[in-house]
């Protein structure tokens, strides 16, 4: 039997990928038509709101790149064996963990020095959110798609309730805004985006570099399909 080539598992993932979205696409119209809508019209504005108008594609944008970057973790766990559906949830306390590190930082400290501190408290606060799923897992066994799917409703609650004692005032729910000298360029004046977009670009090649041609990508590869034969690989 051949291996099939560079490009035709290009086209076979690219197919995959389209298949689900074609899919989900059916689907969803199979619902609409169910409670007596039209789907074409229903897609039309759907897709003319949210890619036919300037503040539709500035918020398609503004909230892919928070999903990119979550994506991404989950993509890396997903290769690995491990089926995190708790990244919701991380997300909240990554968040969370990074506004509650801007509060407190010097308001004279340098974008640089902000940017890593603020990134670095959100990877901890995201890792802290997976630790009980992770320890379940190792310790007991417990399926990590039970455990984590789990967790994201108790941590979106736990994020909720703690964000009222930092709240910017009694009348809403959010902290205090971030400097305006510590906060990211927008893709454009007026756009929503900005360029951490870039940034989730470029992770997503990072990350399919190191799956495919590092030595520590193919171990997360082997693992994921098989941890038998990994560990007798001496993985």
């Given at each position: 039997?051949?291996?099939?080539?560079?490009?035709?598992?290009?086209?076979?993932?690219?197919?995959?990928?389209?298949?689900?979205?074609?899919?989900?696409?059916?689907?969803?119209?199979?619902?609409?038509?169910?409670?007596?809508?039209?789907?074409?019209?229903?897609?039309?504005?759907?897709?003319?709101?949210?890619?036919?108008?300037?503040?539709?594609?500035?918020?398609?944008?503004?909230?892919?790149?928070?999903?990119?970057?979550?994506?991404?973790?989950?993509?890396?766990?997903?290769?690995?064996?491990?089926?995190?559906?708790?990244?919701?949830?991380?997300?909240?306390?990554?968040?969370?963990?990074?506004?509650?590190?801007?509060?407190?930082?010097?308001?004279?400290?340098?974008?640089?020095?902000?940017a890593l501190s603020l990134t670095l408290a959100a990877l901890l606060g995201g890792a802290l959110a997976a630790t009980l799923p992770a320890v379940l897992k190792v310790r007991r066994q417990t399926h990590e798609v039970i455990t984590t799917m789990m967790m994201n409703?108790?941590?979106?609650?736990?994020?909720?309730?703690?964000?009222?004692?930092?709240?910017?005032?009694?009348?809403?729910?959010?902290?205090?805004?971030?400097?305006?000298?510590?906060?990211?360029?927008?893709?454009?004046?007026?756009?929503?985006?900005?360029?951490?977009?870039?940034?989730?670009?470029?992770?997503?090649?990072?990350?399919?570099?190191?799956?495919?041609?590092?030595?520590?990508?193919?171990?997360?590869?082997?693992?994921?399909?098989?941890?038998?034969?990994?560990?007798?690989?001496?993985?």
């Amino acid at each position: 039997m051949t291996t099939p080539s560079r490009g035709a598992r290009l086209v076979l993932e690219l197919a995959v990928v389209l298949t689900a979205v074609l899919a989900s696409l059916v689907v969803g119209a199979l619902l609409i038509a169910a409670r007596g809508h039209d789907p074409l019209m229903v897609y039309g504005v759907w897709f003319g709101e949210a890619l036919g108008t300037p503040g539709g594609r500035s918020q398609v944008v503004y909230k892919a790149t928070t999903l990119g970057f979550t994506g991404l973790a989950a993509a890396l766990s997903f290769r690995a064996g491990m089926f995190n559906i708790g990244a919701e949830g991380q997300l909240y306390v990554g968040c969370f963990s990074a506004a509650l590190v801007s509060l407190v930082l010097p308001r004279e400290l340098p974008w640089v020095l902000v940017a890593l501190s603020l990134t670095l408290a959100a990877l901890l606060g995201g890792a802290l959110a997976a630790t009980l799923p992770a320890v379940l897992k190792v310790r007991r066994q417990t399926h990590e798609v039970i455990t984590t799917m789990m967790m994201n409703f108790i941590l979106v609650s736990v994020v909720n309730y703690l964000l009222h004692f930092v709240r910017e005032g009694p009348e809403v729910v959010r902290t205090a805004a971030i400097p305006v000298a510590w906060r990211v360029e927008r893709l454009a004046r007026g756009f929503d985006g900005n360029t951490t977009a870039v940034v989730v670009l470029v992770l997503a090649l990072a990350l399919t570099w190191f799956l495919a041609r590092t030595v520590g990508g193919y171990a997360v590869r082997a693992v994921g399909a098989s941890p038998g034969a990994a560990a007798m690989g001496g993985i």
